[in-house]
């Protein structure tokens, strides 16, 4: 059974950080790229950040220099380290796959709170 758990969000204040995690299990993890995603209240979701199974990174243009995407393949993990957020930035963020036909199931999601 495929699960992907996030965890790490919370209430930060514009300029702060925060990482992110998220443990897949169920899947080979390792030979998996994955992403992340967020969604904003009334917004569509949206790719931030992706990983390549050999660790080539790729982000959203207006996210790149604040956010960095990497994994751990020895604990099933992918983290995403987001530095000088925004309020913009606040939304609820989920881990899969990058390409919609191979998503799993997603998880919970984490929230971020970004106060300014």
């Known amino acids: 059974q495929v699960r992907l758990l996030e965890s790490g969000g919370g209430l930060v204040q514009a300029g702060g950080s925060l990482r992110l995690s998220c443990a897949a299990s169920?899947?080979?993890?390792?030979?998996?790229?994955m992403a992340w995603f967020r969604q904003a209240p009334g917004k569509q979701r949206e790719l931030v950040a992706s990983?390549?199974?050999?660790?080539?990174?790729n982000y959203a243009d207006s996210l790149k220099g604040r956010f960095t995407i990497s994994r751990d393949n020895a604990k099933n993990t992918v983290y995403l380290q987001m530095n000088s957020l925004k309020p913009e930035d606040a939304a609820v963020y989920y881990c899969?796959?990058?390409?919609?036909?191979?998503?799993?199931?997603w998880g919970q999601g984490t929230q971020v709170t970004v106060s300014s």
């Open positions: 899969n796959r990058p390409d919609p036909y191979y998503w799993y199931p």
């Open positions: 990983i390549t199974s050999s660790g080539s990174t």
């Open positions: 169920g899947i080979i993890f390792s030979s998996s790229a």
